[in-house]
């Protein structure tokens, strides 16, 4: 699903404008980044939690060269779903494999 349709399906079952929908997920959205970039994790209930994880500095193989590089540490956005979104997931997918 693309951003595109997210903002009209749920302009459609809020049934409120487009335009607002799109001007409220584009505020969520920077506000999560913003959050995220300066180290904090956002907590969404019943869906699950963004946070910053730092990945560790690693050697890695340059596959042009031959050579080994350096990796440095970075830090990466991690999504973690609750565990009743995980059974949401799993039940559909259950479901839809019986249907077959």
Do not use: W, Y
Request: with cysteine; charged share 30%.
């Amino acid at each position: 699903m693309t951003k595109k349709e997210l903002v009209f399906l749920t302009a459609e079952r809020a049934s409120v404008d487009k335009e607002l929908v799109e001007k409220v997920l584009n505020a969520i959205l920077n506000e999560t980044k913003k959050a995220i970039t300066s180290g904090k994790s956002v907590f969404i209930r019943g869906f699950g939690t963004l946070e910053p994880v730092i990945r560790k500095e690693k050697t890695g193989q340059d596959i042009r060269r031959g050579n080994s590089v350096v990796i440095p540490a970075h830090a990466v956005p991690r999504f973690r779903a609750c565990p009743s979104f995980k059974d949401e997931v799993k039940e559909g997918a259950t479901i839809r494999a019986n249907e077959f």
